[in-house]
């Protein structure tokens, strides 16, 4: 275990989550006090066993599991009632983008509702800094790439992607109303991988919607096929094209976001990715080399909403933060193997 930032408490909401609950662990390995609060509503509460047999006893004792929505202002006060909160880190939200389109009133309801109810908590309570988790899908269809963090926001696709854009514009909003507050926006690009013990990963209910967990069901014989959703982009293969990055080098950045800004005011952005491009085909090859045999793959039409590609320029985290992603796509489909080849059902025996 390293401690290399000043020990705080820190208040993770949806920390049961796949990159809440990964970077849960590196905040407790470097010392942290974490509350989580979390109503379970898409993750698994085995998740905190999980967390204690990656963190051993004694960093374990410094968890705390609340049950509650973010919405619930009780549960929240009393959180701020019984801890020392230094800083909070915002996960907590619906994420699937095509559900989004089907049930609008729930996403900008419950991620910007809960988000406001959390805000005035912290106001209430005297805690102004917060780190959130936004998206790459604030940049839309970019024009030039790699996607830096003054490339322009475009409008979004979709009401998940909308609250996200809106969120970043509340939490910029409060700076300016009240110049004590510390926002960090972080725009994640495309997180997958696991926790190299096996013990944690990504566990979606149902069919997933993202490429990785896809993949990773066909590779254990949940299901037949990857469905690839197009090969006529204008990219090197025909198919789309993303900046992955390992769930533990994004945790990483969370704590480096969070000990940089400690003792800071404003609202700045940072891009996560690794700054490297790749394409749906060399996900399913490099994925193939990790479980070791091909994966079958059918190619469909293309998905309402993808863009053609995205990456990041990383500079300003590196500059900024000390930050860099580690890993390569080879390790983040090893390890997404390693968790679901040993958890072939997620969390559930
Ligand atoms: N894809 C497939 N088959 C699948 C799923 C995805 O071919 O079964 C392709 C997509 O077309 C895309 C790539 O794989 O080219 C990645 O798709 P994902 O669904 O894994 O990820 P997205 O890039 O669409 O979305 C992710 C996050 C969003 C976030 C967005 C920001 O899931 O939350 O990045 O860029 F908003």
Not at 280 to 306: K, M, N, W
Request: proline share 5%; net charge negative.
């Amino acid at each position: 275990m390293s401690i290399d930032a000043t020990p705080s408490c820190i208040l993770v909401t949806g920390g049961t989550g796949f990159i809440g609950s990964h970077t849960v662990v590196v905040l407790l390995e470097q010392g942290h006090e974490v509350v989580i609060v979390d109503d379970l509503s898409n993750s698994s509460e085995k998740v905190l066993d999980r967390i204690d047999q990656i963190v051993g006893e004694e960093a374990a004792e410094r968890l705390t599991f609340v049950r509650a929505d973010v919405a619930d202002r009780e549960a929240l006060d009393a959180i701020f009632d019984e801890f020392d909160i230094d800083a909070v880190i915002h996960f907590a939200g619906y994420k699937a983008v095509g559900e989004s389109v089907q049930k609008p009133i729930e996403y900008y309801s419950n991620n910007i509702g809960n988000t406001l109810v959390l805000v005035d908590a912290m106001r209430d309570h005297g805690c102004k800094s917060i780190i959130f988790s936004s998206s790459a899908t604030v940049y839309g269809d970019p024009d030039e790439l790699p996607l830096t963090e003054s490339s322009p926001k475009k409008p979004a696709t979709n009401p998940y992607g909308w609250t996200k854009w809106m969120i970043e514009e509340i939490l910029g909003s409060l700076v300016v109303a009240d110049p004590e507050w510390n926002v960090v926006l972080l725009r994640y690009f495309n997180p997958i991988g696991a926790h190299p013990s096996g013990l944690m990963g990504e566990d979606p209910k149902g069919i997933p919607n993202n490429l990785l967990p896809y993949v990773a069901q066909v590779a254990v014989g949940r299901r037949d096929a990857v469905h690839v959703f197009g090969n006529d982009y204008d990219t090197p293969d025909g198919t789309g094209v993303r900046d992955y990055i390992h769930v533990m080098d994004l945790a990483e950045g969370h704590a480096a976001a969070l000990s940089w800004m400690m003792g800071r005011n404003g609202c700045e952005v940072f891009n996560l990715g690794t700054g490297n491009g790749t394409s749906v085909l060399q996900i399913i090859e490099a994925f193939s080399t990790a479980c070791g045999h091909d994966l079958p793959y059918v190619i469909e039409p293309r998905r309402a909403g993808d863009v053609t590609a995205n990456w990041a320029d990383c500079t300003k985290a590196r500059e900024q933060l000390g930050w860099k992603a580690k890993f390569n796509i080879a390790d983040m489909c090893r390890d997404s193997w390693n968790w679901q080849s040993h958890n072939p059902n997620g969390y559930e025996a």
